[in-house]
């Protein structure tokens, strides 16, 4: 009998499966709130009140990439070794007390470059363990649906972030947003604490989410009789570092990595800056409009997920070149968006354009980010490792440089309304997004390459 008829089995992972998705998205939801809009939000508030250059912004704001990075992998294998969701939640309480017990003080750029470090190894540990999660979880054909479900909690905390936080760094000062981070971070750890299981591997090999639909995606010859015969447990396993390492579809995957978030990352920590200093406007007086950006990427990413597995499901068209057609479509219209983005010099132009670029970079993510579990499902946590270190380090160059840009801008008109200062700042993702998307039509496959 397949694994996915065993009707029994099917609703007791599936009801499982259904919680770890909403737990999935509500950590999303609360860290991407919290730490990367809500600090550059706060912090740059408090840092122009003190007079902080663009440099030393760009410093501080990058310092959590630097951390962030040199915790893909380890996170991906402890993640693979002891279980995603004590990954995780050991996660959440690291920075959850770091975010309440370091002040915000603009002057003590040391301090914050330490405490902003510690947060990126403590959520370094997030995506390798979220995806290793969904892995043991979710049936492969409906695993892009799940990513981008899960994926775009992070996009809704973000716009609720851009909404709510400079409003509450208004009346309560830069300080409260790390409170309010504290808070939630809490009230999360003790939900996924009382609620959140491992997968039924011991008691019901056959109710893991491995097994689930296996038929609907490719796995090639020499890989079937693994397979057909069960595998191996993922806690056992010799991880193949050197063949995921020298993998063509791994490195499509990371290429494409690097450019979403370098896109991603510059936007979410240099939009506000954009709009006070580019275009001359309040973060408090545009409104709700300010988290249009973000929310596009929360619509898109589910639609993206939505679409693919339909697609999967019907098949209409193979996994591969469904994919390659919605990372295509994504990172292309998102290129256009970047390089227009700074002829816009109206709110509501540049809240549009910014909105098409983020929106269509989380569409492209039911190709790229989904062929995680594609080709390695028993390794997701640590290829999810490997590329994140890649879109981490994208973090790091591109906050750090988009800084120094400015401040080599300022020469040039001090003020930085003029668009010749951010030309550089949007053109760089957008060709990004044009490459990117060329080496995935290339080299990426869905076919299932490791187990």
Known sequence: MKPWKCFPIQIFSRKSQQWHEAV????ETTDKAKERVGFSIAYTIAADAAGVNQSTKGTVLASFYCGYACSQVPGGWAAQRIGGRKVLLISFVLWSLTCALVPLDPNRVTVLVIARLLVGVAQGFIFPSIHTVLAQWVPPHERSRSVSLTMSGMYLGAATGMLLLPSLVKYRGPQSVFLVEAALGAIWCMLWFKYASDPPRSEHPKATASGFGESLLPVKGSQKMKVENGGISSKTANIPWKKIL?????????????????????????????????????LQEMGSSKMMPYFNMFIFSNIGGVVADHLITKRILSVTRIRKLLNTVGFLVASLAFMLLPLFRTSSGAVFC?????????????GFAVNHMDIAPRY???VMGVSNTAGTFAGIIGVRFTGWLLESAKTANPDLSSPDSWKLVFYIPGFQCIFSCLVFLLFSTAERIFD
């Not at 910014?354 to 039911?366: D, K």
């Open 24 to 27: 999935a998205v509500l950590a």
């Open 246 to 282: 020298l993998s063509l579809p791994v490195w499509a995957i990371v290429v494409n990595n690097f450019t979403f978030h370098y896109g991603l990352y510059v936007l979410m920590n240099w939009l506000p800056t954009y709009f006070e200093k580019g275009l001359q406007l309040s």
């Open 354 to 366: 910014s909105s098409v670029a983020l929106g269509f970079l989380a569409l492209g993510r039911a």
């Open 380 to 382: 997701a946590g640590i």
